[in-house]
């Protein structure tokens, strides 16, 4: 009795991660998170991460990217050819192209974020905090010492 309550509990619960994972096939979203998040840190965060952020712009959180920087906004949510990002990492001739220095991504890492811009340039809601790292984090009230009013 119990091993078939047993086999029918494990077969709904295949037959439901199976479903889910259909589902989540047929919406063709990417992942900023899992992603292109990786490939922005591979190759861009060690000038444009939470300890340095050339040109004010920042790609380690989906919020700070989606601002942009000094060059204005570096994504054009829907519009990848107009997205100051993707033409930096295709080294299109009006921008600079970035990495700078090897190495660069290859063409299916910006085939994804191409894609990744065309469908919306969407980031987790969590994503829309900035954080507080570094520098801005060591100015905050909370962690100055404790000093006792005269």
């Known amino acids: ?17 199976m479903l889910g994972e259909g589902v989540r096939a ?11 998040r990786p490939i922005l840190l591979k190759y861009c965060s ?6 340095e952020q050339k040109s004010e712009f920042r790609v380690d959180l989906g919020s700070r990217l989606l601002e942009g920087g000094n060059s204005g906004a570096a994504i054009e ?10 033409k930096s990492l295709m080294g299109a001739e009006d921008v600079v192209e970035m990495p700078p220095k090897d190495p660069k991504p290859s063409p299916e890492e910006i085939a994804l974020i191409r ?29 100055q010492p404790i000093i006792r009013p005269n």
């Open 1 to 17: 009795m119990k091993i078939r309550l047993v086999w029918r509990l494990m077969f709904v619960c295949v037959v439901a991660a």
């Open 26 to 36: 047929e919406e063709g979203e990417i992942d900023f998170a899992n992603q292109v």
């Open 46 to 51: 060690e000038c444009h991460g939470a300890k």
């Open 77 to 86: 949510p829907g519009k990848p050819e107009e997205s100051l990002l993707l």
């Open 115 to 143: 894609e990744w811009i065309a469908k919306g340039a969407k980031v987790p809601p969590d994503e829309t905090l900035p954080a507080m790292e570094g520098k801005e984090k060591s100015k905050h009230w909370s962690f």
